[in-house]
């Protein structure tokens, strides 16, 4: 039997590696066929196919084959149209996926077409719940047939390539890939889009304020895991939402009542956003203008921003912060009524004036208990 291993890999890491082997194992399969995807038509910033092999055989060194058969395909190229050819080629095989895709295969196209012409089989994330995972794949067998199996080693861990794009962009050290990896994104330049961006704010700001920048950043990408919100969007957001903490002139725009206290950075930013910056995207600009004291009718991205701000892992460290985290990785709207809560509760126990923005978020969000 050969496992199918599909995936982007962009970049490939190690977690990608240690999987194989550990499923190759666990399994007894013959072998581990890695199978990047195709380019999608409509995704411009995506990496070359022949750049993510270039990084996929630089860090399998030989363990692993590739197949590049999803690069022959001119349009996007469905598992279900995919995996039929596989079988023709290879003979027994078992298309590998993360618990992630098992809980969404109702919506991937013909589920019953791929289960006649292999078995799935599953690698729990971090997060997921085995038990759970069980019974979801019982219930696909019961409507889609075919066999489904369920590792019971191996568990990936929260490993992913978007948030090493996003630390190429920070300008920080990626150990989740390899030294190989690493040559090939460096000599290629890859991962560089926001690079006028990332200059300026880190020229912003201190050297404490940029670490927590990048923090936010990371865990506004880890949230969004969940989310599924484009990647610019929480990018930029996350990136440019304090870069007016340090600053000393306050833009046109700004409520006065908002002067002289702690919330005027968030509002001052989302000017400067679009002034400095040149973001147009309003969804950007408000995440970045609401990112301190929320509001009512908070957007995804708001949320989120808001969430991460509070939450990263580089900075934050005040009592309470882990059940916070882990209750915005899990689920963002929970996560960011845990955390307005807790905000709300601290400034109203210390006796701090609280903007009015804050209380209406406030009472939008949790004060339905
Ligand atoms: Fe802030
Ligand atoms: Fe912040």
Redesign the pocket.
Known sequence: MICIFGGAFDPPHKEHIRIAKEVKEEFAFDNVVFLPSGNSPHKSLQTSFDTRVEMLSKALDGAFPIDSIENTFSERAYSYKVLPLLKEKYGDITFLIGGDSLLALDRWRYPEEILKVCSLTVVPRGSDDLADLKRVAADCMRRYGGTILLSEKVRGENVSSTVVRAKVELGLDIPETSSAVQDVIAKRDLYHNYASYVTKVRSMLGEE?WR??CG?VLAGLKINENVGLPFEKVFLACLL??CM?EARFIHRGVPEDAIGTKVLHAFNGAEEAKIGFGITDEEIVDAIRY?TTGRAGMTALDKLVYTA?MVEEVTRTFSGVEALRKAAYADLDEGFRLCIKSSYESLKKRNIPIYYLTVDCFNAYCNKE
């Open positions: 304020r927590h920048t936010v939402h304090d903490k990112h701000d």
